[in-house]
């Protein structure tokens, strides 16, 4: 037993040797195959950290562009615009936020559910051709501009894939149908296409907006000549008058004859400029400034006027009344006729075509055609609003053309040009172009141009204010506003012949008579008598407008009533 220990000790550390060996050999190629796992491993995660790296790169990179627009219409971003005013600070337009939706047909998934879906948030929706927009495959096509907040919030509740909304600018119009022909119209890139919103892009911002550099907070407000509560009285009285006196239009404008601005003007029918989808109707012009009209016996201003400051006719001279005229196979008679000699404030007052006619030949043609230029009625205006019609008249004057015109048939000319004409009569004798922007009296007499003398002047003022007292200017009068003026019935052109049954009525006024500072002037466009028995010349409607637009805006305008000298037209000393 003892003899064989050392065998049995010697086999116990070969194997103890054998054990361990191997324990070194196991070792070994542990940490052989271990060492290449672990590189496996983070090679493994490199790549797909890179992966992931990339592909969130990506979505942040798309995140932060706009959409591709290629293949579908292009839209540059509707640049800001400034803020339009009023004389007293007034907002009269102003820009918005709104979203526009878009598409991307190539992420349409099904364009039938697509459409149908939308169609219960917009009903006006265009199948077909939306069906073919969201199967074009184009990047990007637009579907629906200028969303209200809750169309936008509907839209997205859809969960439509492949639709999304941008940002854009609109312009919002706080007055609405107020003021709409002055202002304008943007379209819908916020383009400014009418009104005094074409006249700023005009003047520049359409370059600013192209070189990115018209950013909002640097456009300061364009301020108008225009006060928003005397356009608020004006626009009511005008949309008034053609319901009372069933025409099928009206309008108005207040004129300040010493600095020729703009405070008011409006035409009936209008539009709102929020929702313009009837402004290119038929019927929707602002007749005032781009209407031409033959504008009746209102012209007898420009007649007497025209016949007193050629020094041949004074306020004594007499014509003689008592007959008709008859020139070639026209017959000229009086509307009022009195059948005998007339005076020249008599030829006014009764609005004698007859006397009128004599005041004309009185001058002669050339004198007459003169006359009427430079007191710029059959120029085209020139003034900041864009929508201006040139007048007409006959392209060589005759004998018989003087005649008509003298008492407003024959030339066709705007209502503005008329008021601004009758502003020269009662300023001094100054023709001062019209301005839709403020302007002082001194940067007025800048640009005037004198055009009659103060004698004729001072004659008109009395003629206007006899014709409020005794004549048809009676219905415009204002207790306390020493308001004159003159009224215009003219006849339309029907199929070539003027209409025993449809007139242009016009009405002009002027007050404070003693020294003016405003015209008014109103038209009505085929008025019909208020009630069965009634009138529908120019006193009965356009007249009373007039009045009703004095009393209401003429405190605002800051004139002061005066009653110390009521019901007296006198004739102040021009020696």
């Not at 109103?522 to 010349?537: H, L, V, Y």
Request: aromatic share 6%.
């Amino acid at each position: 037993m003892i003899g064989g220990l050392p065998r049995i000790g010697n086999l116990l550390k070969r194997r103890k040797k054998v054990a361990e060996d191997g324990s070194i050999v196991v070792d070994a190629a542990r940490k052989a195959t271990g060492g290449k796992a672990k590189t496996r491993i983070i090679m493994t995660m490199a790549v797909f950290f890179t992966i992931y790296s990339t592909i969130a790169g990506r979505l942040v990179y798309l995140g932060l562009q706009n959409p591709d627009m290629s293949g579908g219409p292009q839209s540059r971003v509707t640049a800001s615009r400034p803020d339009i005013v009023d004389r007293n600070g007034e907002v009269l337009a102003t820009d918005i936020k709104t979203a526009s939706l878009f598409a991307e047909p190539r992420r349409i998934v099904d364009a039938d559910e697509a459409i149908e879906k939308l169609s219960t948030v917009l009903p006006e929706i265009d199948y077909e051709q939306t069906y073919h927009k969201l199967k074009s495959g184009a990047g990007f096509v637009w579907l629906q501009r200028q969303l209200t907040p809750k169309q936008q919030a509907d839209i997205m509740a859809l969960g439509i894939p492949g639709l999304g909304f941008r940002t854009e600018k609109r312009r919002f119009y706080p007055s609405g149908e107020t003021s709409s022909y002055i202002v304008g119209l943007t379209n819908v890139d916020n383009q400014g296409i009418s009104g005094m919103e074409k006249y700023i892009d005009d003047q520049g911002l359409t370059d600013l907006q192209a070189s990115g550099l018209a950013v909002a907070r640097d456009l300061r407000p364009v301020k108008l000549s225009i006060d928003l509560r005397v356009q608020h009285v004006v626009r009511d009285e005008v949309a008034t008058g053609m319901e009372r006196f069933h025409a099928i239009a009206a309008g108005a404008v207040v004129l300040n004859v010493k600095t020729g601005e703009v405070l008011a003007m409006a035409s009936v029918p209008d539009f709102d400029p929020n929702n313009p989808y009837n402004a290119q109707d038929k019927d929707r012009l602002n007749r005032m400034s781009a209407g031409l009209y033959e504008m009746g016996s209102t012209f007898k201003s420009f007649t007497t006027a025209m016949a007193l400051d050629s020094g041949k006719v004074t306020l004594e001279s007499r014509f003689d009344a008592s007959r008709p005229i008859r020139i070639g196979r026209q017959t000229i008679h009086d509307f009022h006729a009195k059948g005998r000699v007339l005076s020249v404030p008599e030829v006014f007052i009764y609005s004698s075509n007859i006397g009128s006619a004599r005041e004309a030949e009185a001058v002669g043609i050339e004198g007459h055609r003169e006359f009427l230029h430079r007191l710029g009625v059959l120029e085209k205006m020139q003034t900041e609003l864009p929508e201006v019609a040139r007048p007409t008249e006959p392209k060589v004057w005759k004998q018989v053309n003087s005649i008509t015109i003298a008492f407003g048939h024959g030339v066709s000319t705007t209502p503005l040009q008329t008021a601004v004409g009758c502003a020269a009569l009662m300023n001094g004798g100054f023709l001062i172009e019209p301005t839709f922007l403020p302007r002082t009296a001194e940067q007025a007499m800048e640009v005037a141009k004198k055009v009659v003398s103060e004698k004729t002047v001072q004659s008109m003022r009395y003629l206007y204010a006899l014709n409020a007292e005794k004549g048809s200017g009676k219905s415009a009068r204002v207790p306390g506003f020493r308001v004159g003026g003159k009224t215009g019935t003219a006849e339309k052109v029907v199929n070539g012949r003027y209409s025993h049954e449809k007139n242009f009525n016009a009405f002009v006024a002027a007050f404070p008579m003693d020294d003016p500072q405003y015209i008014v002037l109103t038209i009505a466009d085929e008025p019909k008598p208020e009630k069965p028995g009634m009138g529908n010349t120019a006193a009965s409607n356009a007249g009373v407008m007039a009045g009703n637009i004095i009393r209401r805006a003429a405190s605002m305008l800051g004139v002061k009533p005066d009653f110390s000298h009521e019901n007296g037209a006198t004739l102040v000393s021009y020696q």
